[in-house]
């Protein structure tokens, strides 16, 4: 009998050490993964707060502990120039599928893109990114401009 105290005393004892034990572990887990967390919020937003201008609306919206803004995520190249004319209407802009350069290698409907507008090629004064949007999945093309009948294409329908 007495053993038998003495065997629940020291397992008592065991299972308090174990989820102690238990219990800093997952203490310490969180703090590292929040440190990681704020390691890359370092990393990543100087570079993206670098990119950012007030005056082109660039900043969403702001709050006490969020920012919204509008950052670039991918980079792509028209197969010919459009006829933009200072301003976008409802125009299908065809755009090579290689390169692309981002995190995503296609376009989906509702993205919002910038076409730069060169307009009058010896003055710098009228050139512009004019914003549009996605009016719905790309279709498939091919590049008019190429001497490659199958150079492939991203035909995109902006609004």
């Known amino acids: 009998m007495i053993a038998l105290v003495l065997l629940g005393l020291v397992s008592a004892a065991v299972y308090k050490v174990l989820v102690n034990n238990q219990r800093v572990y997952l203490a310490q887990t969180q703090t590292i993964d929040l440190q990681q967390n704020i390691r890359a919020a370092a990393a990543?937003?100087?570079a993206?707060?670098?990119e950012?201008?007030?005056a082109d609306g660039d900043i969403k919206g702001m709050?006490?502990?969020s920012l919204r803004i509008r950052a670039m995520r991918q980079l792509a190249f028209v197969c010919a120039t459009p006829a933009l004319g200072g301003g976008l209407g409802q125009i299908v802009l065809a755009v090579?599928?290689?390169p692309i350069y981002g995190n995503r290698q296609t376009f989906k409907q509702g993205d919002s893109i910038l076409v730069y507008w060169?307009?009058?090629p010896t003055s710098r004064n009228d050139d512009q990114w004019l914003p549009a949007q996605l009016q719905k999945d790309p279709d498939p093309g091919f590049c008019a401009d190429s001497n490659v009948a199958t150079h492939p294409a991203y035909?995109?329908?902006l609004q």
């Open 48 to 50: 993206e707060f670098r």
């Open 52 to 54: 950012l201008d007030a």
């Open 63 to 65: 709050g006490p502990d």
């Open 118 to 120: 060169e307009g009058n």
């Open 155 to 157: 035909l995109l329908t």
């Open 44 to 46: 990543i937003l100087p």
């Open 96 to 98: 090579r599928t290689t």
